[in-house]
């Protein structure tokens, strides 16, 4: 089944958007915060926060690839709909879990399919995968964001999924300076795994910094308990 967006809420979206800062390349173009930035690492397009804190919370994946034998919408319906192995830290590997199964999706004329799963690029993240193909180029966004911050970053994903626009030419592949699109005996989606920055695969800071507080707040609780109980025991000695 196809889902297509209303004109009266794409309106809405364009009015609050007015002001939001477009990313373009060779094959796509969305809205996304003011305070990102998205860079070429090899063939993917990295986009993220410029500020450092808030630059590990979420992050923006883009890349394409030359259409081959692999690139049909039943086969990424299949492989959305399984959980994905990752490599986990100190090695071994995980499974991931489907939040959501792969559905299409209509976005400014042209068919997504949408699937979301947990851990299944970086430990303790969510992904929203959106994929799709025309023409001769296969085309995957992917919207990353930590499980403690996913809230928060839910409603700039949301117009920056809204905002997807293909504007890939048909002689993009005759003219390779405007690429970079990957060839097509490569599989959609392998490199966003090794796109993704180290840092984003360590321990939330802030987390541990909030389990810190909390058991210093219990050990002074518990001390004070403590000399309470101490002090009423001398009194009733004294009596």
Not at 148 to 170: C, E, H, N, P
Not at 224 to 235: D, H, P, T, V, Y
């Amino acid at each position: 089944m196809k889902y297509r967006f209303i004109a009266p809420l794409a309106v809405i979206l364009l009015s609050f958007s007015a002001h939001a800062k477009v990313f373009r390349n060779a094959y796509i173009a969305f809205e996304m915060p003011e305070t990102w930035k998205c860079n070429l690492e090899q063939t993917e397009w990295v986009c993220r926060s410029e500020q450092n804190k808030e630059s590990k919370e979420a992050i923006i994946i883009l890349t394409a690839k030359e259409v081959g034998p692999t690139d049909t919408f039943p086969l990424y319906e299949a492989h959305l709909n399984a959980p994905i192995s990752t490599m986990v830290k100190g090695g071994g590997a995980a499974q991931s879990k489907v939040v959501y199964k792969a559905k299409n999706v209509t976005i400014n004329d042209q068919v997504w399919l949408d699937s979301m799963h947990l851990g299944s690029e970086v430990p303790n993240y969510f992904t929203r995968y959106l994929a799709t193909i025309k023409d001769k180029i296969a085309i995957l966004v992917t919207f990353s964001s930590h499980k403690q911050y996913y809230t928060k970053y839910s409603q700039d994903f949301f117009k920056a999924v809204m905002s997807l626009r293909v504007i890939a030419s048909k002689n993009l592949l005759s003219k390779p300076d405007l690429g970079p699109i990957r060839p097509g005996s490569e599989t959609l989606g392998a490199p966003i795994g090794s796109a993704m920055p180290a840092d984003m695969y360590q321990d939330n800071p802030d987390a541990a910094k909030g389990s810190n507080k909390s058991m210093l707040l219990f050990g002074a609780l518990l001390l004070a308990a403590l000399g309470a109980l101490i002090f009423i025991r001398a009194k009733k000695k004294k009596r």
